[in-house]
C-alpha cells in the first residue's frame, strides 16, 4: 500500500532528523513523508529540506506562513498527499508520543475498515507513566465528554494517530472542517462517523515528547470544550446518516 505519513510542524527541529530515519527504517518500501511546517523559528523546515533532498523523491515539505493552526495543517497536508496519488494517509505527531513502527500494524488493520485508529483508551493502550494524575484525567474526561455528546462508537476520539484511506478521506466534507486544536481530531472522526465508516482501534502506548514543548493551552481546551456541541448544530445535515462501526 502507497501510504503518505503527514506531519505537522511548529518547532520540532529536535525530533525531525530522527522520527525521518524510524519512518523510513520500517518494512513499507511505498512509504512517502509530508512535512506541513507553519514556519518555524527554529529552522525545522529548513532541517526538513535538507532532509528531504536526501530521500530520493520520497519526502516533501509544505511551507506556510506562520503558525495557522493544527487543523489547517492536517487539511492541507491531506490535499497534498492525495494529489501526490497516496493510497492511504497516515496523520501523527512530531514529537515520538506516537509509536512510529505502530503504522505496520495500523496498515494490516485498514484492509478491513475505513480508518485505523492508534488508540490510547482500548485494552493494550497506556499512557505515559510520567503524566500526572490531573493530566491523565484532562485527557480521559475530554475523550468522555466528545464520546457522549456526539455519540460516536469510539474509544480514543481525540487521538492524533490515524491511517485513513484514499477513498474515505475524499469523501470526508474536508472543506467545511474548521477546528484548528485537538478538537480537529474529534470533528474528522465525527463526520466519518455520520457517513457510516468502518473504524478500527490499535492500542497504543502514548508517551510524553522526548524534546520541545507541548502545544496544549487553555484557548485549545476551550474551543473543544464549546466546539463540541456546536458540531452538532454544523453537522445536522449528515445526522441521519448510517453511523460508523467501531471495533
Known sequence: MNITVVIPTYNEAENLPVLTERLFSLPIPDLSLLIVDDNSPDGSGEIAEHLAARCGGRMFVLHRSG???????????????????????????????????????LADALQSCDVALGSRYVPGGSLDERWPFWRRGLS????????????????????????????????????????????????????????????????IHFADRRWGQSKMSLRIQLEAAYRTWLLLWLYRDLRRKRPLTGA
Not at 142 to 154: C, D, K, S
Not at 169 to 193: C, D, W
Open 67 to 105: 503558525k495557522l493552526g493544527l487543523g489547517s495543517a492536517y487539511i492541507q497536508g491531506f490535499e497534498r498527499a492525495l494529489n501526490l496519488g497516496a493510497e492511504a494517509v497516515c496523520q501523527m505527531d512530531a514529537d515520538f508520543s506516537h509509536p512510529p513502527e505502530k503504522i505496520v500494524e
Open 140 to 203: 480521559a474526561f475530554g475523550n468522555l465528554y466528545a464520546r457522549t455528546i456526539l455519540g460516536i462508537p469510539v474509544r480514543d476520539v481525540t487521538g492524533g494517530f490515524r491511517l485513513w484511506r484514499r477513498e474515505t478521506l475524499k469523501r470526508l466534507p474536508l472543506e467545511r472542517v474548521r477546528s484548528n486544536g485537538y478538537i480537529f481530531q474529534v470533528e474528522m472522526m465525527y463526520t466519518a462517523h455520520l457517513l457510516g465508516f468502518r473504524a478500527r482501534e490499535i492500542p
